[in-house]
């Protein structure tokens, strides 16, 4: 069983810089890839970003492709999300999010942190 727990986020202009981070406990922390959604006010939850497992690939959705980071350490089992140029419509709960395999998939994620607000402001 593995949990996550997520810290960051917050209140940010357009244009600002947040970093969202996630720490992992219990099961392999190298066994699982590693993922970020969202999810809109009124909308459904879409992918953000991905890292593999060995942290060797990373994939990420059209809208932050160039201003989103993600990252992993492994000594303090922690998943990033550095989040740069931020939009208004950047606004959603963001969730990380832990599977066994590399995918953009939310169904394919097993194990999710319990969410955290990211609120842009024009």
């Known amino acids: 069983q593995v949990t996550l727990v997520q810290s960051g986020g917050g209140l940010a202009q357009a244009g600002d810089s947040l970093r969202l981070s996630c720490v992992a406990s219990?099961?392999?922390?190298?066994?699982?890839?590693m993922g970020w959604f969202r999810r809109a006010p009124g909308k459904e939850r879409l992918f953000v970003a991905a890292i593999s497992n060995s942290g060797d690939m990373t994939y990420y959705a059209d809208a932050v492709k160039g201003r989103f980071t993600i990252s992993r350490g492994y000594a303090q089992n922690t998943v990033h999300l550095q989040m740069n140029s931020l939009k208004p419509e950047d606004t959603a709960v963001y969730y990380c999010?832990?599977?066994?395999?590399?995918?953009?998939?939310?169904?394919?994620?097993?194990?999710w942190g319990q969410g955290t607000q990211v609120t842009v402001s024009s």
């Open positions: 219990g099961g392999t922390f190298s066994d699982h890839s």
């Open positions: 999010a832990a599977t066994d395999r590399f995918s953009t998939t939310a169904g394919t994620y097993d194990y």
